[in-house]
């Protein structure tokens, strides 16, 4: 069936370093969503991508979406403590508008 | 309400029972979704709602889960005769506008439920 991967699953980084996730499908995407969740939260959305080889910023977050539409990636810059977190992509099953797949996420901590 | 609430936050229950999982989109949302979270994974997809109809069910794992949304609003996920493997986290989510697939989907803080 289709599938969302992530790699990779854990990330340490050291206060300051950058950190990048990457984001692949086994089809097609129509588009993809990255969401956030704190240690104990829930997921919060980040952002959409839609278009092929869009690339999407905000703040220190740069979000890439291939040119294929089946892979993406995340990058922080100079990371903080504030990034902690799991980053999750997720595209939507092809034949059902509300039904997401999401990947299992990387779990980024930051030593400060 | 200012987000999507979920109720109970926490259920502990034996082996063979049904439970009942609420939850409360944000007003006026159109569509509503339930995933089912395990620890260290993202979250997985179960069914999801447009107004009161459900428009795909295909996450659910058996015949014991269910889920309603009769009047468009409150949803409820009903699990009968839990297992051991049911024990996760529940979480309801709801968007805007009936493409979900497509927008921002905003989540509750779940339902750890718990079965001995």
């Known amino acids: 069936g289709q599938q969302v991967m992530q790699i990779p699953q854990y990330q340490h980084v050291q206060e300051g370093e950058d950190f990048t996730t990457y984001c692949n499908s086994s089809t097609t995407l129509s588009n993809i969503q990255w969401y956030k969740q704190r240690p104990g939260g829930h997921p919060v959305f980040l952002i959409q991508l839609v278009k092929s080889g869009e690339v999407k910023k905000q703040k220190r977050l740069t979000f890439q979406f291939g040119e294929a539409k089946k892979n993406s990636s995340l990058h922080i810059t100079a990371t903080q403590t504030t990034d902690v977190g799991t980053y999750f992509c997720a595209g939507p099953k092809g034949g059902s508008q509300g039904n997401l797949i999401f990947g299992k996420g990387t779990k980024l901590s930051v030593k400060p | 309400g200012a987000g999507v609430s979920q109720s109970p936050r926490y259920k502990v229950t034996k082996r063979g029972q049904d439970v009942a999982l609420r939850c409360d989109p944000i007003s006026g949302h159109v569509s509503l979704y339930w995933y089912r979270q395990a620890l260290g994974q993202g979250p997985e997809f179960l069914t999801y709602f447009n107004y009161e109809a459900q428009q795909d069910k295909s996450g659910l794992p058996n015949d014991r889960f269910s889920a309603e949304r009769p009047e468009g609003s409150i949803s409820t996920l009903t699990i009968q005769r839990t297992e051991q493997r049911d024990s996760a986290m529940y979480r309801c989510?709801?968007?805007?506008w009936g493409t979900g697939g497509k927008e921002t989907q905003y989540f509750g803080p779940g339902t750890r439920l718990l079965v001995l």
């Open positions: 989510a709801s968007s805007g």
